[in-house]
T-cell receptor
Framework: SQQGEEDPQALSIQEGENATMNCSYK?????LQWYRQNSGRGLVHLIL?????REKHSGRLRVTLDTSKKSSSLLITASRAADTASYFC?????????????FGTGTRLQVTL | DAGVIQSPRHEVTEMGQEVTLRCKPI?????LFWYRQTMMRGLELLIY????????DSGMPEDRFSAKMPNASFSTLKIQPSEPRDSAVYFC???????????FGDGTRLSIL
């Protein structure tokens, strides 16, 4: 099964509102990353949070990590139509030299005017 | 600064034909990843290379799939013979260090008729 599972699968909000997406994972991690994918394009890295961090900010993005619950959330404040995309979490394992990221199933965000 | 470049962007071919997908990673990136994305299975890692050497090919679905990286600036993913169930978007990504953010190309949309 997928290491990361996003919730909700789809989210529709109006411009100006905040959007919150959640990610749960199963195993110990080195870090957790969030990516955005616009329709027909590749994934774009947004933010990385390390396992010893609890919160991180980047512009309108706020990410939290709770390793005890094996979960993370991505908050986009004051959303814009341009934020319409799919958002994925990806976990980096905390084991040896493994270099694989495991991606979740994604949240489709629709921001309407 | 050029990103990851994939070609072709679209490929439509008949079942049984050989398909070759190409990728040029970002210069200086030592890690190269091939992914497949479908609605049913999400984003799956097929294989990744470190310094042109295949490290983990456990995601390659079957012997019909093969990947090579003859030098630091070029990789191919080949499917021979192709089948309709291979239809998907194939992404190439590269990164500088293990478990760090990956840079994705815009993918090859493959349709096998």
């Amino acid at each position: 099964s997928q290491q990361g599972e996003e919730d909700p699968q789809a989210l529709s909000i109006q411009e100006g509102e905040n959007a919150t997406m959640n990610c749960s994972y199963k195993t110990s991690i080195n870090n957790l990353q969030w990516y955005r994918q616009n329709s027909g394009r590749g994934l774009v890295h947004l933010i990385l949070i390390r396992s010893n961090e609890r919160e991180k900010h980047s512009g309108r993005l706020r990410v939290t990590l709770d390793t005890s619950k094996k979960s993370s959330s991505l908050l986009i404040t004051a959303s814009r139509a341009a934020d319409t995309a799919s958002y994925f979490c990806a976990t980096a394992p905390n084991t040896g030299t493994a270099s694989k990221l495991t991606f979740g199933t994604g949240t489709r965000l629709q921001v309407t005017l | 600064d050029a990103g990851v470049i994939q070609s072709p962007r679209h490929e439509v071919t008949e079942m049984g034909q050989e398909v070759t997908l190409r990728c040029k990673p970002i210069s200086g990136h030592d890690y190269l990843f091939w992914y497949r994305q479908t609605m049913m299975r999400g984003l799956e890692l097929l294989i990744y290379f470190n310094n042109n050497v295949p490290i983990d090919d456990s995601g390659m679905p079957e012997d019909r799939f093969s990947a090579k990286m003859p030098n630091a600036s070029f990789s191919t993913l080949k499917i021979q013979p192709s089948e309709p169930r291979d239809s998907a978007v194939y992404f190439c990504a590269s990164s500088s260090f293990p478990n760090q953010p990956q840079h994705f190309g815009d993918g090859t949309r493959l349709s096998i008729l």
